[in-house]
């Protein structure tokens, strides 16, 4: 096996079970203790969680990938987004949120990562009205079929295929009912037409889409089929560098009325006062989170495009240019809260982590859904080459 190298991160800055298995990746896969593996820049790459920081290794790689050991570990920390302190932001948001120490906590070094934009596209659209056991076993599959192997004695990894990989596909739309993506099939079979349709390269048109605003970046997104503002919001925010997109979602807008509004009411004006609870806010946003408060209150009745957009605004508000990484925390708690409400309610020991079914879906679709045939069968896996390591 070749040797570890450390890439010297706390876990107060990165701990890798809660960051892979929180909903934003969905292919690194348990392949030890403390260990995940995925195929990523070419490379079958290892992590190794230790007590005080994270080493990593190659286990293989493709023909065509470069094998400087450094580019590869220079490509990881951009991948892991290390350049950015999650401490220092952590200690900004519990200046505002008191409560956030709690959270900071329980979910101590999680993470937004910063993935390829092409996997993170295709992985979200097939979040829709979906849970993360599923996402995964979805996105796996697709990368059994369309991706490339690379072989490892820790088993065969696939990479994400290019979109001109899945394009080649003479039916997209059958092959993914066949694999299990129900209704979703034909988003992606549009979506690749759309995108080779429009651009050379979509990757390039899609790896330019960081260097736009936030809205630009979102318009482009929302053009795509399956793409509704929570996905754009969720490629925006995990792979386009956009970390103050807030993806909301109906776990999202519960999080922002049961843990914010009831504590708006005592919004105190300036920064410094002392008082647990209390959310410390500078004089000129006090307004404003006073009647996002109210918007997210009335949509208790009748939830709407603007309820959501208020959870959206409100949580801007609070955490700021880097609000999204701080709905990462929130999100990944509040799956946390869930898996203990399911695990109690079942009156069993509580699943393995993430495996609980929630729904991570957008909050609406914009047409009616048809259902999706329960019984119909999925391919066997040996004939989808899905050769995954248990
Ligand atoms: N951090 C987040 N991860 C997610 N996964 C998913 O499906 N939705 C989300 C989200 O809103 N935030």
Redesign the pocket.
Known sequence: MPAWTDLKIKPSELRLDPTLT???AFRWQSTGPSEWTCALFGHAIDLKQTPTTILFRTLGHLKTAPTDHSHVESSLRDYLQLHISLETLCDTWTIVDPDFAKLRKAQEGVR?LRQPVVETLFA?IA?SN?N?KR?TMLVNKFCAYFGTPIETNKGIFYTFPEVKDIAQCVDIEGTLKELGFGYRAKYYAKTVALLCDSHECPEIFLLGLRDKSLEEARKALLQLSGVGP?VA??VC??ALDKPGA????T??WQVALRRYVPRIANVQDGIGAEQSRRLVLPEDKVELVRGLAKLLVAGQKAPSTKAYEAAQQLIIALFGPFA?WA???L??GDLDTTESAAAAVKKEPAASKRKAKVD???VKPAKPIKPENPTKPEIPASSIKMRLRK
Not at 246 to 249: G, N, T
Request: hydrophobic share 40%.
């Open positions: 929180c909903g934003q937004t979200f979040s979906n993360i996402i929570k919001d969720c925010l995990m807030v993806p909301v979602d776990h999202i999204g709905q990462g925390m999100f990944s991570v879906s957008p």
